[in-house]
C-alpha cells in the first residue's frame, strides 16, 4: 500500500511542468500548453481531441464541463474591458441607452474573441497544477495524456 504522497508504481509517469511564464506564452500563442507546438484551435471555435504535436489530450475529463473554468478567466477579463468603455465613455457624457449599447456591443464581441484565450489560460493553469503524464502507445511510442 502506498501513502498518498508517493507516486503510484502502476501509473503512468508525470511529466515536469514547464515554468508558468512558458505556459502562458504558449497559451496566449494558442498553442499546446504542454508541447508548444500543437495548435489549439482549428478555426474560431473548433478544438481537436488532442495536440497534434504530442498527443496531449485537450479535454481532460470524460464528460464535458473541463473548461467551464475558463469562463472565470473571460468573465474578469470582461469585467475590465467594461471598465475601460465606460471610462472612455464617461467624457461625453453618454445616455444610458448608449452606454448599455456600447458595453453590449464591446463585451458581446470581446467575449467571443477571447474565448480561445480564455480556454487557454485555463489549460496552462490547469497543466501547472496537475501536470498531465505520459503513457507508450501501441506503436511503443510515448504519448501524453490528460488524467
Ligand atoms: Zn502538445
Given at each position: 500500500m502506498t501513502s498518498p504522497s508517493e507516486p503510484d508504481a502502476g501509473a503512468a509517469p508525470r511529466l515536469p511542468a514547464a515554468p508558468f511564464p512558458r505556459l502562458l506564452l504558449r497559451a496566449v500563442r494558442l498553442r499546446?500548453?504542454?508541447?508548444?507546438?500543437?495548435?489549439?484551435?482549428?478555426?474560431?471555435?473548433r478544438m481537436p481531441p488532442?495536440?497534434?504535436?504530442?498527443?496531449?489530450?485537450?479535454?481532460?475529463?470524460?464528460?464535458?464541463?473541463?473548461?467551464?473554468?475558463s469562463i472565470y478567466f473571460n468573465y474578469i477579463m470582461s469585467t475590465v474591458v467594461a471598465g475601460i468603455v465606460l471610462v472612455v465613455l464617461m467624457p461625453y457624457r453618454p445616455s444610458m441607452e448608449t452606454q448599455g449599447l456600447a458595453l453590449f456591443i464591446a463585451l458581446g464581441g470581446f467575449s467571443l474573441w477571447f474565448h480561445r484565450y480564455a480556454r487557454a489560460l485555463f489549460m496552462a493553469l490547469d497543466v501547472a497544477l496537475d501536470p498531465p503524464a505520459t503513457t507508450r502507445g501501441p506503436d511503443g511510442e510515448t504519448r501524453v495524456i490528460g488524467v
Open positions: 499546446c500548453v504542454v508541447c508548444g507546438t500543437g495548435r489549439l484551435f482549428r478555426g474560431i471555435f488532442a495536440c497534434d504535436g504530442c498527443g496531449y489530450v485537450f479535454q481532460r475529463t470524460d464528460g464535458g464541463g473541463y473548461f467551464l473554468g
